[in-house]
C-alpha cells in the first residue's frame, strides 16, 4: 500500500516560491506516476502536474507552466513540487496522488488512487 503525507505549504508572497514534498511510507512508490493536485474553496479540485515512475515524463496545468517543476527522488521515495513566481490564485491545499489507472488521461483525478491528506498553500497580494 502508498501511504502518502506531504508537507511544505505555507504563506508567501506574490512572487514568492515554495516546495512541496510528499512522502511515501509505503513500498511501491518508485512504480507508480505521481500526481499534484490542488482545490481551492468553493472550487473543484483540478490537475496541476504528474511525473512518470521514472521521472521522465512529466506534464503540466496551463496556468501553471513556467512556474511549477515536479520531480521526484525514488530513492528518498519523495515527490516533490518546485513552486515558483507564485500568484494568488495559486492558493489552495494541494494534494499528491498515486496513479494506478493508466487507461484513462494523467489529469483525471479519478486515475489516482493513493492520496495525502494535503497542505496548504497561500500566496498573498
Known amino acids: 500500500q502508498v501511504q502518502l503525507v506531504e508537507s511544505g505549504g505555507g504563506l508567501v508572497q506574490a512572487g514568492g516560491s515554495l516546495r512541496l514534498s510528499c512522502a511515501d511510507s509505503?513500498?511501491?512508490?518508485?512504480?507508480?506516476?505521481m500526481g499534484w493536485f490542488r482545490q481551492a474553496p468553493g472550487k473543484e479540485r483540478e490537475f496541476v502536474a504528474d511525473?512518470?515512475?521514472?521521472?521522465?515524463?512529466?506534464h503540466y496545468a496551463d496556468s501553471v507552466k513556467g512556474r511549477f517543476t515536479v520531480f521526484r527522488d525514488n530513492a528518498k521515495n519523495t515527490l516533490y513540487l518546485q513552486m515558483m513566481s507564485l500568484k494568488p490564485e495559486d492558493t489552495a491545499v494541494y494534494y499528491c496522488?498515486?496513479?494506478?489507472?493508466?487507461?484513462?488521461?494523467?489529469?483525471?483525478?479519478?486515475?489516482?488512487?493513493?492520496w495525502g491528506q494535503g497542505t496548504q498553500v497561500t500566496v498573498s497580494s
Open positions: 496522488a498515486a496513479r494506478t489507472v493508466y487507461s484513462g488521461n494523467y489529469y483525471d483525478k479519478s486515475r489516482y488512487s493513493y
Open positions: 509505503g513500498r511501491t512508490f518508485s512504480s507508480n506516476a
Open positions: 511525473i512518470s515512475w521514472s521521472g521522465g515524463n512529466t
